[in-house]
Nanobody, 123 residues
Framework: QVQLVESGGGLVQPGGSLRLSCAAS????????IAWFRQVPGMERDRLSC????????YYADSVKGRFTISRDNAANTVYLQMNSLKPDDTAVYYC????????????????WGQGTQVTVSS
C-alpha cells in the first residue's frame, strides 16, 4: 500500500520543540520533492517548508524560518521537520506531501499526502 504516515505530533508548551516524521511505505521517497503543510480548521492549508529531491535545497515560509528545519533521510525513506521555539499560533494539523521534483525545493503538484498529525502548543 502506497502511503505517507506522519508521526511525532502532540502537546507541547510554548517555547518547546517537536520533531515530526514523514515515513513512506510502498514507494521510495528519494526521487520526490517533499513538503510540509499545516492547516487550522476553517483556514486554508499553508505550505511551511520544502526540500528538493535532487540536491536537498530547502524552502521555508516566513512564519517558520529560523525555527523549523526540514531534512530527509533517503536510506530511512523518511523526511523530518524539526520544530523549535514553538508558539501557540503553530497549533494545527501538520501534513507531509510528496511531489514531482523540478530541481527546486517545492513541487507544483503533490501526488501523495499523509493523514496528518496534530500539533498543539499550549501552556
Amino acid at each position: 500500500q502506497v502511503q505517507l504516515v506522519e508521526s511525532g505530533g502532540g502537546l507541547v508548551q510554548p517555547g518547546g520543540s517537536l520533531r515530526l516524521s514523514c515515513a513512506a511505505s510502498g514507494f521510495t521517497l528519494a526521487p520526490y520533492a517533499i513538503a510540509w503543510f499545516r492547516q487550522v480548521p476553517g483556514m486554508e492549508r499553508d505550505r511551511l517548508s520544502c526540500i528538493s529531491a535532487s540536491d536537498g535545497i530547502t524552502y521555508y515560509a516566513d512564519s517558520v524560518k529560523g525555527r523549523f528545519t526540514i531534512s530527509r533521510d533517503n536510506a530511512a525513506n523518511t523526511v523530518y521537520l524539526q520544530m523549535n521555539s514553538l508558539k501557540p499560533d503553530d497549533t494545527a494539523v501538520y501534513y507531509c506531501a510528496a511531489g514531482t521534483d523540478y530541481y527546486i525545493p517545492c513541487s507544483y503538484e503533490y501526488e501523495y499526502w499523509g493523514q496528518g498529525t496534530q500539533v498543539t502548543v499550549s501552556s
